[in-house]
């Protein structure tokens, strides 16, 4: 199947600094991809949807000024936590949708994420 | 609107007997809807999807489906469980006229040997 790549898996930071968590999907072209949070024994809230070239667009709640999502690419978006805070430690996923038409989004592994 | 019911928390089931993880959903169209793993400390793995034709899917690992349009659901199963089998599995829907997915709470399958 479709492979979604995300980098790093796991990151460190001290409170205040700008983490960026890439997504890549690595044997298709994705014109939409999602970026989700995910807490401990909860499902996945959807933070924003990205196409590419374009801005993303943004679930009800989610601070787009401090998550920046850029989709650069057909292969890549980005997410970039700014000024992280403790309360950003959360496992973010991200998603692609094969351009395909095959309707079926993947998933990255996942990026978890823990804020001093 | 889209919804997805999935009402249990928790299926516990002896390795070799057969599972049924259960999901309902709620569409104003025709629904694609999709099972996924997760293991722990992981992404989502896709299993299946139904989006048009036999109601009744096969998936990855063994796993298979049926799309039942009357009850609006379409239960997870397998014939025989195996303790790899223990994750959580997720069931979502698209209507066709929404971007985004909506996912179900989880279920904890836990396969005991």
């Known amino acids: 199947g479709a492979v979604v790549s995300q980098h790093p898996s796991r990151v460190i930071c001290k409170s205040g600094t700008s983490v960026k968590i890439e997504c890549r999907s690595l044997d298709f072209q994705a014109t939409t991809m999602f970026w989700y949070r995910q807490f401990p024994k909860q499902s996945l809230m959807l933070m924003a949807t990205s196409n590419e070239g374009s801005k993303a667009t943004y679930e009800q709640g989610v601070e787009k000024d401090k998550f920046l999502i850029n989709h650069a690419s057909l292969t890549l978006s980005t997410l970039t936590v700014t000024s992280a805070h403790p309360e950003d430690s959360s496992f973010y996923i991200c998603?692609?949708?094969?351009?395909?038409?095959?309707?079926?989004?993947?998933f990255g592994p996942g990026t978890r994420l823990l804020v001093l | 609107a889209q919804s997805v019911a999935q009402p249990e928390d928790q299926v516990n089931v002896a390795e070799g007997n057969p599972l049924t993880v259960k999901c309902t959903y709620s569409?104003?169209?025709?629904?694609?809807l999709f099972w996924y793993v997760q293991y722990p400390n992981r992404g989502l793995q896709f299993l299946l999807k139904?989006?048009?034709?036999?109601?009744l899917v096969k998936g990855s690992y063994g796993f298979e489906a049926e799309f039942n349009k009357s009850q609006t659901s379409f239960h997870l199963k397998k014939p025989s469980a195996l303790v790899s089998d223990s994750a959580l599995y997720f069931c979502?829907?698209?209507?066709?006229?929404?971007?985004?997915?909506?996912f179900g709470k989880g279920t904890m399958l836990l396969v005991s040997p």
């Open positions: 979502a829907v698209r209507d066709p006229g929404y971007s985004t997915l909506t």
């Open positions: 569409v104003s169209g025709n629904p694609y």
């Open positions: 139904y989006i048009t034709g036999d109601n």
């Open positions: 998603s692609a949708r094969d351009r395909g038409g095959q309707e079926t989004q993947y």
